[in-house]
């Protein structure tokens, strides 16, 4: 059962870029971003009832604002992103988001960086660069290519705030409150500009963008739990490269669903931050720590 469950979560966080751009042929990125987070706070709290027989919301800490602002950024900016560009363009988030972490605990708190921790940034920085540029001329990179590029990369440190913020607050709470207490502030934050800003509607209502949109939600409120439950019996070498595999099932999923143009430029960037993040991870300590666990959760 336990592979199952790190099927589970690799497998959709590899179709989110696939249900992002099903559901904007119905809605706007703002009403997308709203109901990754609605739909997942309504299945998070569903499962914390039958689990727990409550739920536990908090709001008065600042680390679950912070947390918040970092992923209600994320999913404005991932979504976006993903409007305009490839269906597989949100791989990009997950490298930028291990570097800021890598920067962040060095010189926020002060922990130590091996060497292989840096190669490991390296390697990711010029697996995004190699990915964002895609061979592509200087005129048409500094375009709409260029464009996806940094909202992408904007995504990614919004990703990174809210994982910091997870290292703060997973100390005084449990992980199920407090991802439901950061969905359901993040669920405010992003409703409120939807009255003036959004769109809404800007195509025809079909029953597969709103399965789309109920699919992000239970990504958003579950997939960090099915991960979680895996890492406790499945040995560490399969969780990382099984875990981190989940951008080359996004790019294959944007090619059958999208046919989306696959070039050997985003090939080659997505090996070389691959092998990054397998670096990171087998260089690291292999403690099967919450905080690992909220590490890679982070990145949806």
């Known amino acids: 059962m336990s592979y199952l469950f790190l099927f589970l979560a690799t497998l959709a966080w590899s179709f989110v870029g696939v249900l992002v751009k099903t559901a904007s042929a119905m809605v706007d990125s703002s009403i997308i971003s709203f109901c990754r987070f609605f739909f997942g706070v309504v299945v998070l709290g569903i499962y914390l009832l039958m689990k727990n027989g409550r739920i ?19 999913y404005i900016f991932e979504n976006i992103a993903l409007m305009i560009g490839y269906s597989y363009g949100n791989i990009l988030v997950q490298p930028v988001q291990t570097v800021i972490l890598l920067f ?50 904007l995504a990614g440190i919004g990703a990174a ?108 960037g997505t090996l070389i931050f691959v092998a990054g993040f397998l670096l990171l991870n087998f260089s690291g300590p292999r403690k099967k720590t919450v905080k690992q666990v909220d590490n890679v959760e982070a990145a949806v």
Request: a positive charge; proline letters at 3%; glycine letters at 10%.
């Open 56 to 74: 536990e919301f908090r709001y008065r800490m600042k680390w679950l604002w912070y947390g918040a602002a970092g992923k209600s950024a994320n």
């Open 104 to 153: 962040a605990g060095s010189f926020v708190f002060k922990e130590k960086v091996t060497r292989a921790g840096w190669i490991s940034a390296a390697l990711c920085v010029v697996g995004v660069i190699v990915v964002g540029w895609n061979g592509v001329p200087l005129d048409e990179l500094m375009g709409s290519s260029g464009l996806t590029t940094i909202l992408f990369t």
């Open 161 to 268: 705030v809210h994982v910091m913020s997870q290292r703060m607050l997973v100390k005084t709470m449990d992980n199920g409150n407090m991802n439901f207490s950061v969905f359901l502030i993040a669920t405010l934050m992003v409703s409120i500009p939807i009255p003036f800003q959004s769109e809404g509607f800007t195509g025809v209502s079909t029953a597969g963008a709103w399965l789309a949109l109920v699919c992000l939600g239970v990504i958003t409120g579950l997939s960090f739990f099915w991960f979680a439950e895996a890492m406790k019996r499945v040995p560490f070498a399969v969780v990382a490269i099984v875990g981190n595999s989940s951008v080359l099932f996004s790019i294959l999923w944007a090619y059958i669903f999208f046919q989306d143009p696959i070039t050997s430029y985003i090939i080659i």
